[in-house]
């Protein structure tokens, strides 16, 4: 059964920094890219970041020049830095495979962690 647990999430005010983790277990770490997702009050969730295998990286332009991805493929975890954190950044923020060709790729999604932006 593979499993995802997000961490890291809080309340901050606006123009500061969190740092997201997301523990993987089973075999679906090793095998793809990861990604962090985002779903907003009364939005879709979202693709945020992306790092492959090979530590390649996507970023949507939203968060381009403030969020970093980052993987430890001997941890099995994939991080998110979080700067210069907007209210717009207000989210649950998910971890999950990424730039995989359909749904049916991704695993169970884990509980989320909440991220606030406000002063």
């Known amino acids: 059964q593979v499993q995802l647990a997000e961490s890291g999430g809080g309340l901050v005010q606006p123009g500061g920094s969190l740092r997201l983790s997301c523990a993987a277990s089973?075999?679906?770490?090793?095998?793809?890219?990861m990604g962090w997702y985002r779903r907003a009050p009364g939005k879709e969730r979202e693709l945020v970041a992306a790092?492959?295998?090979?530590?390649?990286?996507y970023y949507a332009d939203s968060v381009k020049g403030r969020f970093t991805v980052s993987r430890d493929n001997a941890k099995n975890t994939v991080y998110l830095q979080m700067n210069r954190l907007k209210p717009e950044d207000t989210a649950v923020y998910y971890c999950?495979?990424?730039?995989?060709?359909?749904?049916?790729?991704?695993?169970?999604w884990g509980q989320g962690t909440q991220v606030t932006v406000s002063s």
């Open positions: 999950n495979v990424a730039l995989v060709p359909s749904p049916e790729y991704f695993a169970s």
């Open positions: 089973g075999s679906i770490f090793s095998a793809n890219a």
């Open positions: 790092v492959t295998r090979v530590d390649s990286t």
